[in-house]
């Protein structure tokens, strides 16, 4: 109930600094996935069915296909688990920008497509129905909901930062 626009942040591509796809500067979420493809580099999948997964894989179907065996992994895992992976394997994935942010330090990969509009990654907030599910707390509910979309909520999507970088954006009013 009461579904609201909390804030955005988008997805980008990580890859090895070697860049062997030589997707590097692309603005194209599907040419740069079709060009990962083509060039046989390796691509690690969330695979576990969360917003990310399902936003790669509705990538990978407007390219017409993805990559196969070895050139493509799905990990079944978060998306720290990924990135380390992904790290770790030279390839590529996709990723929120805000979690790449709190891994940065620890994998070395490079920021290689971002700025798409189709990688833009919204985040809302919805009350659970308590005509559904009496035992909720509707009431905690819809107070977090007031705040998180109010000025202090706001304010604090605003302030939260991992080293410097501002990471989420509050949905304009």
């Known amino acids: 109930m009461n579904r609201r626009d909390v804030m955005y942040n988008d997805f980008i591509v990580v890859g090895p600094g070697a860049d062997p796809a030589k997707v590097r500067g692309m603005k194209s979420a599907i040419g740069s996935f079709r060009r990962i493809l083509e060039s046989g580099a390796t691509f690690v999948s969330r695979g576990d069915d ?35 992976m992904a790290d770790h394997l030279g390839a590529y994935t996709l990723t929120d ?42 009431k905690g509910a819809m107070q977090f909901v007031e705040w998180i979309t109010g000025e202090d909520g706001r304010r604090a999507i605003t302030d939260f930062r991992v080293n410097g970088e501002q990471l989420f954006f509050p949905t304009a009013r």
């Open 50 to 84: 969360s917003g990310t997964d399902k936003m790669e894989k509705g990538y990978w179907g407007e390219v017409g296909r993805r990559p196969q065996g070895r050139q493509y992994l799905s990990a079944g895992q978060g998306m720290g688990e990924v990135l380390t």
């Open 97 to 138: 920008r805000a979690t790449y942010g709190a891994y940065r330090a620890r994998v070395g990969l490079d920021i290689v497509v971002e700025g798409d509009p189709k990688m833009f990654n919204p985040y809302g907030v919805i009350a659970v129905n308590p005509a559904r599910y009496p035992d909720v707390n509707f």
